[in-house]
C-alpha cells in the first residue's frame, strides 16, 4: 500500500491465522494501514473522505488473497486519485480480469463487520440486530412480529382511550332518575271536563233546590195569608176553599220536587277539580321529565354497552400482545447463540442474563468475537481497531480464538511491547 492517508509504502506479510498486531505512536500510521485494506476490500462506502496522502496524486493498495490451502486467490488492486475517483482490478491466480470485481469482493465479504470492536461500541439495538443477522430469517421474522405487535399496540391504544371516554359518559351519568310513565293531556282534559259537567249540574240542582225553597217559603206565607183572610171573610170561604184545595196541590207538588231535588244533592259526590288542574297545567314539565330521564337511561345503556364491548376487545387485543411476545420468544429461543449464555431482548444484547454493556471485559469480546465467526465470510480476517482496552488475558483469550477457528486477526495498539508486533514509524512499516 502506498500513498493512503499518513501511509508512504508499506508491506504486510500476514500468516494465515493467529493474532497480529500493528503498533507505533499516536499518528504513526497504524490505523491507515487497517483503512487502507478496509477501502480495498470494501469500496466506496468504506474509504475515508481523503484517503490520498497529502502532497501525492493517488494512493493504490495491492492485496494478496489465498484459499485455506495458502494456495494463491486473487490478487487485488484499488487506485485512489485525490480527485476521489476509484478503479479496481482483480486478476485470479492464473491472471485472467475479473468482470465484476467488487461484486467478487462483497460476495467474499459479505454482510460481516470487520471489528468486533465496532460491535460493543455499537448501541443496544445496533448490537441486537447485528446478532439476529448470524441466524438466516430470523431478523426478518422478528420484524414481522414487532410489526405485528406494533399494530395491535396501536389499536388496543385506540380502543383503550374510546373505552375511556364510555366510562367516563357512564360515570357522569351518575343515578339513574326514577322512571315515570308518561301522561297525556287529550286523556287528562276529558276527565277534566267530565268532572266540570259533573260539578256544573250538581251547582244547577243546588241552584234550583234553593229557589224551590224560596218558593215554598212564598208559598206558606201566602198560606197564611189566606188562612188569616179565611177568618175574616166566612163569606169568602167558598170560594177561598177551592184557591186553598189548589194551592195545597201545589205545596205538595212543590213539596215532592223539593225531596226529589234533596235527593239528587245527596246523591252527588263532592267534586274537587283543583288536583286535576293542577296537574294538567303541569303535564308539559312532566312529560319534558319522562323525556330527560328516558334520554339518560338510553345514553347509560348504551356507554355501558359500549364500554363492555371495548374492554373486551381490549383484553383480545392485550392477548394477542402477549401471543407475539411468546412468538418473538419462540423464535429467539430456538436459535443456537454463536456465544453460550448469549440471547437478545427488546432492549439489546445480554449475556448470563445481565444487559452485554454490564459483563466483563473478556466476556464483552468474546461475545463480540463469537458474532464475527458467526457472520459467514470468505475473508477469514477481524480488525481490532481499538486495542487499548485489551489487556494481556484478553490479548491471549483473542490469540487462541484467532488459532481455534483458523483466522488471522489484526489489533491496532499503541505502543511496540507485544510480541511480533508490526510497527508503523512515519507511515512505514520498521524493518
Known amino acids: 500500500m502506498a500513498d493512503f492517508k499518513r501511509l ?45 496522502r497529502e502532497g501525492a496524486d493517488a494512493a493504490e493498495v495491492q492485496l494478496s488473497l489465498t484459499r485455506d490451502d495458502g494456495t494463491p486467490a486473487y490478487d487485488v488492486v484499488r487506485r485512489i486519485t485525490a480527485g476521489g475517483t476509484h478503479s479496481l482490478v482483480i486478476t485470479d491466480h492464473a491472471g485472467r480480469r475479473t468482470h465484476s470485481p467488487q461484486q467478487l469482493l462483497n460476495d467474499m465479504v459479505g454482510d460481516r463487520f470487520i471489528d468486533p470492536a465496532s460491535f460493543l461500541s455499537a448501541k ?10 448470524t441466524v438466516p430469517g430470523l431478523a426478518e421474522e422478528l420484524a414481522r412480529l414487532s410489526v405485528l405487535r406494533q399494530q395491535w399496540f396501536d ?25 315515570q310513565e308518561r301522561k297525556s293531556a287529550v286523556t287528562l282534559t276529558k276527565q277534566l271536563q267530565a268532572l266540570q259537567s259533573d260539578q256544573h249540574r250538581q251547582h244547577q240542582d243546588k241552584a234550583q233546590a234553593e229557589a224551590l ?3 215554598l217559603t212564598g208559598e206558606h206565607a201566602e198560606r197564611r195569608r189566606i188562612d188569616a183572610r179565611m177568618d175574616a171573610l166566612d163569606a169568602e170561604l167558598k170560594t177561598l176553599g177551592a184557591d186553598a184545595f189548589a194551592i195545597a196541590e201545589v205545596i205538595d207538588r212543590t213539596n215532592g220536587q223539593l225531596k226529589a231535588a234533596e ?53 383480545a387485543l392485550s392477548d394477542r400482545l402477549l401471543a407475539a411476545d411468546a412468538a418473538k420468544a419462540d423464535a429467539v429461543d430456538g436459535v ?45 480476517a477481524v480488525w481490532v481497531r481499538d486495542g487499548a482496552f485489551l489487556d494481556d488475558e484478553s490479548m491471549a483469550d483473542l490469540e487462541r480464538w484467532a488459532e481455534d477457528r483458523d483466522v488471522v486477526v489484526l489489533v491496532e495498539r499503541v505502543g511496540t511491547h507485544d510480541p511480533g508486533c508490526i510497527e508503523i514509524v512515519d507511515g512505514e512499516v520498521r524493518a
Open 124 to 133: 443496544p439495538a445496533d448490537q441486537r440486530d447485528r446478532l439476529l443477522s
Open 8 to 52: 508512504k509504502s508499506a508491506h504486510l506479510d500476514l500468516p494465515v491465522n493467529g493474532l497480529v498486531v500493528i503498533g507505533g505512536r499516536n499518528d504513526a500510521g497504524k490505523s491507515s494501514a487497517l483503512d487502507a485494506v478496509e477501502a480495498a476490500i470494501g469500496g466506496k462506502r468504506h474509504t475515508p473522505k481523503r484517503p490520498v
Open 155 to 179: 389499536e388496543r391504544r385506540d380502543v383503550n382511550r374510546d373505552l375511556k371516554r364510555a366510562r367516563a359518559v357512564v360515570d357522569s351519568i351518575g343515578e339513574l332518575p326514577a322512571t
Open 213 to 215: 225553597r224560596n218558593r
Open 263 to 315: 235527593a239528587a244533592i245527596a246523591a252527588h259526590e263532592p267534586v274537587d277539580c283543583f288536583a286535576l288542574e293542577f296537574e294538567l297545567e303541569g303535564i308539559d314539565e312532566h312529560n319534558r321529565q319522562c323525556e330527560a330521564a328516558a334520554t339518560v337511561a338510553r345514553r347509560h345503556a348504551e356507554a355501558s354497552d359500549e364500554a363492555r364491548t371495548l374492554a373486551d376487545q381490549s383484553a
Open 336 to 380: 443456537t447463540m454463536p456465544v453460550p449464555g448469549l440471547a437478545v431482548d427488546e432492549d439489546g444484547v445480554t449475556l448470563d442474563g445481565l444487559p452485554l454493556s454490564q459483563a466483563s471485559q473478556s466476556g464483552r469480546l468474546r461475545v463480540a468475537l463469537g458474532v464475527a465467526a458467526a457472520l459467514r465470510s470468505e475473508l477469514r
